[in-house]
Structures are given as C-alpha cells and as structure tokens.
C-alpha cells in the first residue's frame, strides 16, 4: 500500500501540529498504523499506533499530548499532537501492517517537523 504524508513543517514550541496519512486505496483492510520518527543521530522511535482492535498506544515522550486515529472514509491516518517540544523535532514516518510486525510493514517517505524555540 502506498502511503503518502503531509502536515510537517515549522512548529513553534508550545504548539500543535496535525499530521496526515494518506493511502491510495482502502486502509479498511490494514490491520495496524502507526506513526515512527526518527531525528539525525537518534534511533528510530514509533511515536504512535493504532491496533487491529482500536486500541492506541503511544510512545512515553509524546503520551498525554498526542493523538492517534484513523479515518476510514478518508483512507487517512492522523496524528494530533500539542505541546510540541523541540525534541519532537524528527522525520515522521506512517506505517501500515500487522499488528505484531508493524514496522515490516509500508512505509511511506516521511514529513519533516522542525521545531522553533
């Protein structure tokens, strides 16, 4: 499945930044999303994921001040986000398989967020 993200940019500390998943075709079928990041010289982290079961789980650094969700009429996948710090800064990634494999599953290019100070 082709994934394609958007909604990355400059942020201001304190902000908020939605970002936005899109597929070309159904996500209806797609067991599992996510969203990961990865800022130069750090590991790659997942931010947030949404379950085959609805369940959400987020990555300690971003719980509390973020949101994930899918949209099935939209092929669309979100992540909300508020509060944003400068280590938010990263490339963010979407992601689209199983439950138990995740990051095995699609990836898309990304959408660079830049945090200002």
């Known amino acids: 499945v082709r994934l394609v993200e958007s909604g990355g940019g400059l942020v201001q500390a304190g902000g908020s930044l939605r970002l936005s998943c899109t597929t070309f075709?159904?996500?209806?079928?797609?067991?599992?999303m996510g969203w990961y990041r990865q800022a130069p010289g750090k590991e790659r982290e997942l931010v947030a994921r949404?379950?085959?079961?609805?369940?959400?789980a987020y990555a300690d650094s971003v719980k509390g001040r973020s949101t994930i969700s899918r949209d099935n009429a939209k092929n669309t996948l979100y992540l909300q986000m508020n509060s944003v710090r400068p280590e938010d800064a990263a490339m963010y990634y979407c992601?689209?398989?199983?439950?138990?494999?995740?990051?095995?599953?699609?990836w898309g290019q990304g959408t660079q967020v830049t945090v200002s100070s």
């Open positions: 992601v689209a398989g199983f439950d138990d494999e995740l990051s095995r599953g699609s």
């Open positions: 949404i379950n085959s079961d609805h369940s959400t």
């Open positions: 075709g159904s996500i209806v079928s797609i067991p599992a």
